[in-house]
Each structure stands twice: as structure tokens, then as C-alpha cells.
């Protein structure tokens, strides 16, 4: 019996350092991302709301895909720094695609 809770402590206790460590890793990795914003509008100013915002890491090939929200706008976090290109759809509108370099801790206004 005493065996079994010394190991049932050891193991709350290896999970213990294992999770305060990947908790570092998680933030360390948050500290450094940077951020994509901006609003998606037509040409009267106005937002255009459910428009397809695809970002991808040039180099890893990585992608985020995002829905603007009621009034166009989005936010794409946490990015890891980098190139990327944004491409931004909606049916009845032209399709824009830009690129960005972003940096660490970067936030960016990318508005379309």
C-alpha cells in the first residue's frame, strides 16, 4: 500500500515538472508571436463580413484560415515571425493577396 502512493506521488510529481515546463515552452512561443489585423471593406468603406482570410508562412508552408467578423474585421494570432502572404475572398468581390514580413512581437494592420 505505502509503495503504491509513493508511486502515485512520484508521478503527480514528473507530471507536475513536466507541464511547468511546457508551460515555459508555450509562453516563451507566445512572447515572440506576432499578430495580423485589419478590416476587409468594399469600395464604399463599408466591412464585408464573412470574407475568407488565409495566411500563409511563405517558408513552412503553414496556414491559418479566418472568417471576418459583422463589421470586417480580423485577427490572426499568434504567428510566428516570418514572411507571409494574406489572401483575402468573398464571393461578388476581386480577390487581394499581399505580403507581409513579420517580426517578433509584431502587429501588423494589414486592412484590404
Known amino acids: 500500500m ?4 509513493k508511486k502515485i506521488i512520484f508521478t503527480l510529481f514528473i507530471a507536475l515538472v513536466l507541464g511547468a515546463g511546457f508551460s515555459g515552452v508555450v509562453s516563451a512561443q507566445e512572447e515572440n508571436a506576432a499578430t495580423i489585423t485589419g478590416q ?3 469600395s464604399a468603406g463599408a466591412g464585408v463580413p464573412n470574407a475568407s482570410v488565409v495566411v500563409v508562412n511563405t517558408a513552412t508552408g ?4 479566418v472568417q ?6 480580423y485577427n490572426v494570432f499568434p504567428l510566428s515571425p516570418g514572411s507571409y502572404t494574406i ?3 468573398q464571393p461578388g468581390f476581386k480577390r487581394s493577396v499581399t505580403n507581409v514580413n513579420l517580426t517578433a512581437r509584431d502587429r501588423r494592420p494589414v486592412h484590404v
Not at 503553414?62 to 484560415?65: A, G, H, I, K, Y
Open 2 to 5: 505505502k509503495s503504491d502512493f
Open 40 to 42: 476587409v471593406v468594399d
Open 62 to 65: 503553414e496556414t491559418r484560415t
Open 68 to 73: 471576418t467578423n459583422d463589421d470586417g474585421n
Open 87 to 89: 489572401t483575402v475572398e
